[in-house]
């Protein structure tokens, strides 16, 4: 596919994707969520990106979906764009690599839902202000959004529609750390480079059980889980990991 609301650039092991919107803040069109799909459907099978960065272009990272496009769509547009936006989510949790949320500006809580890391800018806001345009927030976010933070304090982020500081998204657990913004990128990319000289299918694992492993019952959750950590012991990586540890070395992991 040839993009054009996202680009792509690599370093290494790590890809990163800017959303390219800048006009309109990276709000999310059809084509945008048809790009991203694309991607990341690419990089499930592409052993050389072990590690995938999401950030925006300008001076948002995205305030959620285009409300000019959204007054052209008919029910049935409505719809389906929702139902691309669901399954994309669904997709960027399923994948076994590390998603970086890369926060810039002001970030629409429903466009970092499905990241693994969120790091922001001490500048960035989020919130869900869909409610100020008589819109309902949507693609799932008030499903997960009180399960990370509670039904009050999600009603509370829905209902009123305002914007919270960096600072506290970080108290609320929505982000992992907030750092100053000429410093943003730079700390990103060394939580990638770390994360991409890890062993890919422990990675892989790891976010599978907590993503999954959260929406099953204990009993079902710890089965889950000893499925997918025995699973490890017959890899070739686990191997080169112990053998390193052992003769105090940097391992040399391929994936197998």
């Known amino acids: 596919m040839d993009y054009k609301n996202i680009e792509i650039s690599r370093n290494n092991a790590v890809a990163t994707v800017y959303f390219n ?8 069109n059809e084509a945008l969520v048809d ?8 990089s499930k099978y592409d052993d050389n ?3 995938i960065i999401i950030t925006g272009k300008g001076r948002a990272f995205s305030v959620g979906g285009d409300l000019q496009e959204f007054l052209a769509f008919d029910a049935k547009g409505i719809e389906r764009f929702n139902r691309k936006v ?3 989510f669904r997709l960027m949790e399923h994948v076994r690599k590390p998603i970086i949320a890369a926060v810039n500006g002001h970030c629409n809580l429903e466009i970092i839902q499905a990241a693994d890391i969120v790091v922001a800018s001490s500048k960035a806001k989020f919130g869900l202000p869909e409610v100020n345009v008589a819109i309902s927030p949507g693609a799932g976010i008030l499903v997960r959004l009180p399960r990370a933070v ?3 304090k999600a009603k509370e982020i829905a209902l009123l529609g305002e914007w919270m500081t960096a ?3 970080l108290s609320l657990g929505l982000v992992n750390r907030v750092e100053n913004p000429e410093e943003l990128m730079k700390k990103v990319e060394e939580i990638s480079s770390a994360l991409a000289e890890k062993a890919p299918m422990a990675v892989g694992a790891i976010k599978a059980v907590v993503n999954n492993g959260s929406e099953m019952s204990i009993d079902e959750g710890m089965e889950y889980q000893l499925k997918e950590n025995s ?3 017959y890899t070739e990586d686990l191997k080169e990991g112990v053998k390193a540890f052992l003769e ?6 391929k994936g197998r």
């Open 150 to 152: 509670g039904k009050l």
């Open 167 to 169: 600072d506290i998204a």
């Open 248 to 253: 105090k070395r940097k391992a040399n992991y």
């Open 21 to 28: 919107r800048p006009d309109s803040l990276n709000s999310w």
């Open 49 to 51: 990106t072990k590690v």
């Open 35 to 42: 790009e991203l799909t694309d991607f990341l459907n690419d």
């Open 86 to 88: 669901i399954d994309l």
């Open 231 to 233: 699973s490890l012991f």
